[in-house]
Nanobody
């Protein structure tokens, strides 16, 4: 059974940092790209970042470039999202998800992802 478990969210003041984790099981981890998405109340789900399988290509939304860093540890079947310089606009539920193929133009298309974590809440206070 494919399972993704998101963790690491919480309440942080503006300017602070958090590190999210996505622990995966039930599939061959390094065969898949992993993406992070977020959804704020009343807004559509948006792509935050993605890391490809094997070669580790990374992609970021313009709104998080330079502040967020995605990485993967294939030995631990885990993907991380380090978030620095957080601001209230980053408040959302964050989800990780898997897909078998990504490109520079498709990584943020959430409908192309197959399996999703349960989400972890990130709240940034001003």
């Amino acid at each position: 059974e494919v399972q993704l478990v998101d963790s690491g969210g919480g309440l942080v003041q503006a300017g602070g940092s958090l590190r999210l984790s996505c622990a995966a099981s039930g599939f061959t981890f390094d065969d898949y790209a992993i993406g992070w998405f977020r959804q704020a109340p009343g807004k559509e789900r948006e792509g935050v970042s993605c890391i490809s399988r094997r070669d580790g290509m990374t992609y970021y939304a313009d709104s998080v470039k330079g502040r967020f860093t995605i990485s993967r540890d294939d030995a631990k079947n885990t993907v991380y999202l380090k978030m620095n310089s957080l601001n209230p606009e980053d408040t959302a539920v964050y989800y990780c998800a898997t897909t078998s193929f990504v490109s520079e133009h498709s990584w943020s298309e959430h409908w192309k992802y197959d399996y999703w974590g349960q989400g972890t809440q990130v709240t940034v206070s001003s």
